[in-house]
């Protein structure tokens, strides 16, 4: 498994996430270095995350034409909760 290029979650940014190339998203707490959970992102690669400035929202792609969106199922900022919320098929372009 190969870790790809990390980015920050969160408020003030206490979260680190990356994708990674066997299709897995992983949040860390920046504080702790604790993993705060694995999650599937895409089916194989996923090379994207970027999150919402004021909403627990994450926007999830890999090399495919879908973005998922996954929404927290909590109120605790680590977005130790998620869920897949939306997924949209974007064109080829």
């Known amino acids: ?5 990390v980015n920050f979650l969160g408020s003030n940014d ?3 996430v ?3 190339d066997d299709g897995n998203f992983f949040i860390w707490d920046k504080h702790t270095a604790k993993l ?3 999650y599937e992102g895409d089916g194989s690669i996923v090379n994207i995350i970027e ?6 929202l994450l926007a999830v792609s890999g090399l495919d034409t879908t973005v998922k969106v996954f929404c927290s199922m909590s109120s605790d900022p680590a977005l130790a909760h ?3 919320h939306s ?3 974007l064109p080829r372009g």
């Open 1 to 5: 498994m190969c870790l790809l290029p």
């Open 14 to 16: 206490d979260l680190i």
């Open 18 to 20: 990356s994708g990674s």
């Open 36 to 38: 705060n959970g694995v």
């Open 51 to 56: 999150g919402h400035p004021s909403l627990p």
């Open 82 to 84: 998620i869920a897949m």
């Open 87 to 89: 997924s949209l098929h």
